[in-house]
């Protein structure tokens, strides 16, 4: 049984249209959906990047599935909550509800994947960092995406709150690095 039928009853597509919000939206939404209906098998798996395809009003999407990107979501819906059709905004309710009950239920859980995603983000961003000394094109190149990485273990870090500690000293310790020019570390 899916995680939204255990905490909703049915699933939203007996129950609702698919939609009633514009197209990137509504893709937005179904993405969000389709990670919460698996929160449960994606807190007791062992993978950290889960991979899901969801069919959109603007295609197949094949997103991968973490606690910090199923709260970008979230996010960005909320952000934009009054361009979403009153259908939906129900469908964004449920999908916030899960994310609470999830937290709830799995804890230990909860935490572990959000440590784990934290380390994958913070290591991918490290690397990069350490290679603009030795080829600066490719940082200049790069940067824009690379900086996701930061910008997702920041996310992350706000999620685990007090639990991360640690993980914060880390983070600040890499920002300072920033401020030091290459050639002199």
């Given at each position: 049984?899916?995680?939204f039928k255990?905490?909703?009853?049915?699933s939203?597509?007996?129950?609702t249209?698919p939609?009633?919000?514009?197209p990137?939206l509504?893709?937005?939404?179904?993405e969000?959906?389709?990670?919460a209906?698996?929160?449960e098998d994606?807190?007791?798996?062992?993978?950290?990047?889960?991979?899901?395809?969801?069919?959109?009003?603007?295609?197949?999407?094949q997103?991968?599935?973490?606690?910090?990107?199923?709260?970008?979501?979230?996010?960005?819906?909320?952000?934009?909550?009054?361009e979403?059709?009153p259908?939906?905004?129900?469908?964004?309710e449920?999908?916030?509800?899960?994310?609470?009950?999830?937290?709830r239920?799995?804890?230990?859980?909860?935490?572990?994947k959000?440590?784990?995603?934290?380390?994958s983000?913070?290591?991918n961003?490290?690397?990069?960092?350490?290679?603009?000394?030795?080829n600066?094109?490719r940082?200049?190149?790069?940067?824009?995406f690379?900086?996701?990485?930061?910008?997702?273990?920041?996310?992350?870090l706000?999620l685990l709150?007090?639990?991360?500690?640690?993980?914060?000293?880390?983070?600040?310790?890499?920002?300072?690095?920033?401020?030091v020019?290459?050639?002199?570390?």
């Amino acid at each position: 049984m899916s995680w939204f039928k255990k905490l909703f009853g049915a699933s939203h597509d007996e129950s609702t249209p698919p939609t009633d919000s514009p197209p990137e939206l509504a893709a937005k939404l179904l993405e969000a959906e389709t990670f919460a209906d698996q929160l449960e098998d994606y807190l007791l798996s062992d993978k950290l990047f889960w991979q899901i395809s969801v069919e959109t009003p603007v295609g197949t999407r094949q997103p991968k599935m973490t606690l910090g990107s199923l709260y970008e979501r979230i996010q960005y819906l909320q952000a934009h909550a009054e361009e979403l059709g009153p259908n939906d905004r129900r469908r964004l309710e449920k999908i916030e509800r899960a994310w609470e009950e999830a937290l709830r239920q799995y804890p230990s859980q909860w935490r572990e994947k959000l440590r784990r995603e934290y380390r994958s983000y913070m290591n991918n961003w490290k690397y990069f960092l350490e290679q603009r000394a030795s080829n600066p094109e490719r940082w200049a190149q790069e940067y824009k995406f690379e900086v996701r990485n930061r910008e997702r273990a920041r996310l992350v870090l706000r999620l685990l709150g007090p639990d991360a500690a640690d993980l914060a000293k880390e983070f600040e310790q890499v920002e300072k690095s920033l401020d030091v020019p290459p050639k002199n570390r």
